[in-house]
């Protein structure tokens, strides 16, 4: 039986461990999964704390304790899914937050992505490792990818259908003082912009392919990944450079990190396409069952 939500719990069954949160500031981050545990969590967006149930919460949740040496200057809660937040401290929904060294815009208004997703972040650091010359950002979002390639000198080319979401992503790079005609922001339906690089010849040393579960479309083209996965896939390798690098990760709960191995390695023994398969990384704060199915595929000239 799961503790009521009203009552806090024990501290070592919610906040990360004083080494966890040290290891994360260390790598010049401060956007993480605080504390968690079955039916809450507590996300740390710079400096504001913010708390999601998954049911209502009859008092107020603990505070950071003293061994993690902080205290934010912003708290507030919000139901899983609801229109509203009520702010204990404070009176803003939005932030700018540091990962990895990079700076980011954060919008916490209820019912609005936060611009940020942490439990990418080692795929991004594994990006930079990667030190690309050329990036393909696919389903970009607010680019946080296509911004750290960028801070490697990689040229970048961020699609994404919203051109909302890409307006973000341009404000992350001129944060970061990533400026300039290599930095590319197409506002555009992905499936159709796939086979144009191809006629065109353009080739990446690495691609990102990171598509939503579900996402209306322009013209009756609804995205359904359990449709669109394959195509998308058979669509990107003849742009990724011999051993250049592919991230795949899908975000469904249906996937397992199994199930996506599988669904590759069918793929690409189909294909006959020589390849080596890599598991996606995973943050020290992000619990597995909150990780996405991730993999890299390396193409083997």
């Known amino acids: 039986m799961l503790p009521p939500l009203g009552k806090p719990p024990a501290q070592d069954s919610l906040w990360l461990s004083p080494k966890v949160w ?3 500031l260390a790598s010049q981050t401060d956007a993480f999964l605080a504390a968690h545990r079955w039916g809450i969590r507590a996300e740390r967006w710079g400096d504001t704390l913010r708390w999601i149930s998954s049911r209502p919460i009859s008092s ?28 204990l401290l404070g ?14 815009e954060i919008d916490l208004t209820p019912g609005t992505a936060p611009g940020l997703f942490p439990d990418q972040r080692e795929n991004r650091r594994h990006l930079a490792s990667l030190r ?12 946080a990818f296509g911004v750290l390639a960028a801070s490697t000198g990689a040229e ?30 197409w506002a555009e339906d992905v499936r159709r912009v796939l086979p144009r690089l191809s006629r065109r010849g353009e080739t990446f040393d690495t691609i990102i392919l990171d598509p939503p579960t579900f996402a209306h479309g322009g013209r009756g ?18 742009l990724l450079a011999p051993n250049g690098s592919l991230l795949l990760s899908i975000n469904q709960a249906q996937t397992t990190p199994a199930d996506l191995l599988s669904t590759i390695q069918k793929i690409l ?27 890299w595929i390396v193409r083997q000239s």
């Open 221 to 238: 083209r609804s995205f359904r990944i359990q449709r669109e996965l394959e195509p998308l896939l058979l669509a990107c390798f003849p």
């Open 156 to 185: 970048t080319l961020n699609i994404d259908s919203s051109a909302r979401s890409l307006a973000r992503g341009k404000s992350n790079y001129q944060r970061n003082q990533l400026t300039g005609t290599q930095h590319r922001f």
């Open 91 to 104: 009176n803003t929904y939005q932030a700018e937050v540091m990962e990895l060294g990079q700076r980011y």
């Open 269 to 295: 023994s189909r294909e006959a396409i020589p390849a080596q398969i890599l598991p996606g990384f995973r943050p020290p704060d992000i619990p597995e069952e909150r990780m996405p199915s991730s993999l």
């Open 22 to 24: 040290e290891q994360i």
């Open 132 to 143: 690309p010359a050329r990036l393909l950002n696919l389903f970009a979002h607010t680019c």
């Open 60 to 87: 107020p949740p603990s505070s950071p304790p003293p061994s993690l040496h902080w205290q934010p200057s912003q708290i507030l809660i919000q139901e899983e899914s609801s229109p509203t937040a009520t702010f």
